[in-house]
């Protein structure tokens, strides 16, 4: 009897460890999949639509709108640039880190999207702030990161994107 119980517990540990490795086909029907999405969005790229050209009409020229004077919320830090250069009054802040190595991966993302991304150290709270645009007034800081949050709208974490004004 207690052989068969030994043996019956060893042949469902077999079958247990055997259905649980994962098998080669999965992987390659994986790597095919992502080869060829890769493969659609290149031919994708290169072909271009036929641009008819359409008549030329005369439009009344409109008075440009000013943009009312900002409202938004900043927060005073006195900070100090630790990578990337020209940090300016206003900054529009994206991330906050405690590690440096994450902040520098932002600001390479950033730099990769076209942006000119700094890194600022908060020597208070032992935070690196993550700028993604710096400027002289507040008016344009405001409107650079309302732009930055629509740029991004599945990115849950830039649409906590805030405004740093630099205390010295």
Avoid: H, I
């Amino acid at each position: 009897m207690k052989k068969v119980v030994v043996l019956g517990m060893g042949l469902c540990a077999a079958l247990a460890f055997s259905s649980c490795k994962s098998s080669e086909s999965a992987y390659k029907k994986a790597y095919e999949k992502a080869k060829q999405q890769e493969l659609a969005e290149a031919g994708g790229q290169t072909e271009a639509p036929a641009v008819e050209e359409a008549p030329v009409a005369a439009v009344t020229p409109v008075a440009p709108v000013t943009p009312p004077v900002s409202n938004a919320p900043v927060r005073e830090e006195k900070v100090e640039l630790v990578s990337g250069d020209g940090l300016k009054a206003y900054s529009v802040v994206c991330g906050s880190f405690g590690v440096k190595a994450n902040a520098d991966g932002l600001k390479d993302f950033l730099d990769r999207e076209g942006y000119n991304a700094k890194v600022v150290y908060n020597a208070e709270r032992n935070m690196y702030r993550v700028v993604a645009e710096s400027f002289d007034t507040r008016d344009a800081a405001a409107a650079a990161r309302d732009s930055f949050k629509a740029k991004y709208p599945n990115r849950e974490d830039f649409q906590g994107a805030w405004l740093l004004y630099r205390v010295y």
